[in-house]
């Protein structure tokens, strides 16, 4: 009699189909991807050194360097998410003991703020409450007295919906003699960014917000005064992964032959070039109008709703995820259920410093419909109708 030596079974969930219902994404993100996109990310591989896919990595940076508005050469697509692009960014600029800025009105500064310190950067943090933004006397003040190499910034605070102005930002940190790095994940596409013009010197976003693309690969780009930042360092960046000075290479960015660093996630990159190429036929400025547009007429419902808008001043509302305050006698645990149990509809809760304060309902590339703004209000007047609890 035959005996097997497995003594772990094969799991009784894999051996069911895959279970992926239809929902629609009006969270902070990831957004919902449009069938061109899908069908991109399924085309059957190729090898990742192929000229094809050399070339769909070429286009990819052309595509970003368009959305970011730059004419940086160092501009490619990390093999990752938006927290390794965020990783990317600190690990490659700062060196143990460098000074760092970091702007934390959300969860955003907070997470810079940890990845900085566990870099042994000297870490300073300039605080404001969540649902605000800083004025270009904070920042100043903050440069003056603590003399940073590198500022951040999170252009769209997504755990609190709140959009961070830049004119006159990069001046300012270079005059202090400072660089500027902008976190534009939950923005790009969807609010105005110019990188060359508002002296941005490094400037990250991802792929699965208004690009409609899966997770997993992040565009950025640096500034010539960021590359010869790098090109100073003392010490080697921390990660092989993401070491700048490679990445460079793989993308045909540093005029060298293109060597093999590590197997890039091509399928990922076929999506984020369809993604990028959506927007560059759509047009930044008309993406733009579209997301402010839609913001407008939703942001208009949930008052209508006798909802309180979060975020007070209208210049100061993130165009792609807009938050609002947990009704009064409400749990918005049970809301955020009701619309998916009832409705198919993913809007979240707060995040980090806005836990339990707020709801956030993202509206991002292609979701960024009227029709989606009256499918979420519907559904949440129906919420707001079922969910009242007098116990609270
Ligand atoms: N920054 C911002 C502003 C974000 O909204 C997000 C994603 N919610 C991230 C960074 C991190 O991106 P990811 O989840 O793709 O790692």
Redesign the pocket.
């Given at each position: 009699m035959a005996t097997s030596l497995l003594r772990v079974p094969p799991p009784q969930g894999l051996l069911q189909p895959l279970a992926v219902p239809e929902r629609l994404l009006l969270g902070?993100?990831p957004s919902n991807v449009p069938p061109r996109i899908l069908a991109a990310g399924s085309r059957q591989l190729l090898g990742h050194m192929h000229p094809e896919v050399l070339q769909v990595m070429d286009e990819i940076k052309a595509g970003i360097q368009y959305a970011f508005q730059t004419q940086n050469r160092l501009t490619l697509a990390i093999s990752?998410?938006?927290?390794?692009?965020?990783e990317a960014a600190l690990l490659n600029l700062l060196e143990h003991g460098d000074t760092a800025l970091v702007a934390v009105n959300g969860i955003?500064g907070q997470?810079a703020t940890d990845i900085a310190r566990r870099l042994g950067a000297n870490v300073h943090e300039l605080l404001k409450p969540p649902g605000e933004y800083f004025a270009l006397w904070d920042i100043e003040e903050g440069l003056a007295r603590h003399k940073p190499s590198v500022l951040f910034i999170?252009?769209?605070?997504?755990?609190t919906g709140v959009l961070q102005p830049l004119e006159g930002l990069g001046d300012l940190c270079h005059r202090h003699g400072c660089l500027l790095l902008v976190?534009?994940?939950?923005?790009l596409g969807g609010a105005p960014i110019f990188m060359d013009q508002q002296e941005i010197d490094i400037l990250y976003s991802?792929?699965?917000?208004v690009l409609n693309a899966p997770?997993g690969s992040?565009p950025i780009s640096f500034s010539e005064r960021a590359r010869e930042k790098m090109l100073r360092r003392k010490t080697k960046p921390p990660s092989f992964y993401l070491d700048m000075g490679w990445l460079a290479n793989y993308w045909g960015c540093d005029g060298e032959p293109r060597r093999y660093h590590h197997t890039a996630p091509i399928n990922s990159f076929f999506s984020l070039r369809e993604g990028l190429a959506m927007l560059a036929e759509l047009g930044l400025e008309s993406s733009w109008e579209r997301h402010r547009a839609n913001c407008t007429q939703l942001c208009q419902g949930l008052c209508n709703l006798g909802l309180e808008l979060f975020v007070k001043e209208e210049k100061a509302r993130l165009p792609t995820?807009t938050t609002v305050r947990v009704p009064e006698g409400y749990d918005w645990k049970e809301i955020t259920a009701f619309l998916m149990d009832n409705h198919g509809i993913e809007i979240a809760g707060g995040?980090g410093p806005s836990v339990g304060k707020v709801l956030r309902i993202g509206l991002m590339g292609c979701n960024s419909t009227s029709g989606n703004v009256d499918r979420v209000l519907h559904a949440l007047r129906d919420a707001l109708g079922c969910c009242r609890r007098s116990r609270l």
């Amino acid at each position: 009699m035959a005996t097997s030596l497995l003594r772990v079974p094969p799991p009784q969930g894999l051996l069911q189909p895959l279970a992926v219902p239809e929902r629609l994404l009006l969270g902070p993100g990831p957004s919902n991807v449009p069938p061109r996109i899908l069908a991109a990310g399924s085309r059957q591989l190729l090898g990742h050194m192929h000229p094809e896919v050399l070339q769909v990595m070429d286009e990819i940076k052309a595509g970003i360097q368009y959305a970011f508005q730059t004419q940086n050469r160092l501009t490619l697509a990390i093999s990752g998410t938006g927290h390794c692009a965020m990783e990317a960014a600190l690990l490659n600029l700062l060196e143990h003991g460098d000074t760092a800025l970091v702007a934390v009105n959300g969860i955003w500064g907070q997470r810079a703020t940890d990845i900085a310190r566990r870099l042994g950067a000297n870490v300073h943090e300039l605080l404001k409450p969540p649902g605000e933004y800083f004025a270009l006397w904070d920042i100043e003040e903050g440069l003056a007295r603590h003399k940073p190499s590198v500022l951040f910034i999170t252009h769209g605070e997504s755990s609190t919906g709140v959009l961070q102005p830049l004119e006159g930002l990069g001046d300012l940190c270079h005059r202090h003699g400072c660089l500027l790095l902008v976190d534009a994940v939950a923005s790009l596409g969807g609010a105005p960014i110019f990188m060359d013009q508002q002296e941005i010197d490094i400037l990250y976003s991802g792929s699965q917000k208004v690009l409609n693309a899966p997770p997993g690969s992040a565009p950025i780009s640096f500034s010539e005064r960021a590359r010869e930042k790098m090109l100073r360092r003392k010490t080697k960046p921390p990660s092989f992964y993401l070491d700048m000075g490679w990445l460079a290479n793989y993308w045909g960015c540093d005029g060298e032959p293109r060597r093999y660093h590590h197997t890039a996630p091509i399928n990922s990159f076929f999506s984020l070039r369809e993604g990028l190429a959506m927007l560059a036929e759509l047009g930044l400025e008309s993406s733009w109008e579209r997301h402010r547009a839609n913001c407008t007429q939703l942001c208009q419902g949930l008052c209508n709703l006798g909802l309180e808008l979060f975020v007070k001043e209208e210049k100061a509302r993130l165009p792609t995820i807009t938050t609002v305050r947990v009704p009064e006698g409400y749990d918005w645990k049970e809301i955020t259920a009701f619309l998916m149990d009832n409705h198919g509809i993913e809007i979240a809760g707060g995040l980090g410093p806005s836990v339990g304060k707020v709801l956030r309902i993202g509206l991002m590339g292609c979701n960024s419909t009227s029709g989606n703004v009256d499918r979420v209000l519907h559904a949440l007047r129906d919420a707001l109708g079922c969910c009242r609890r007098s116990r609270l």
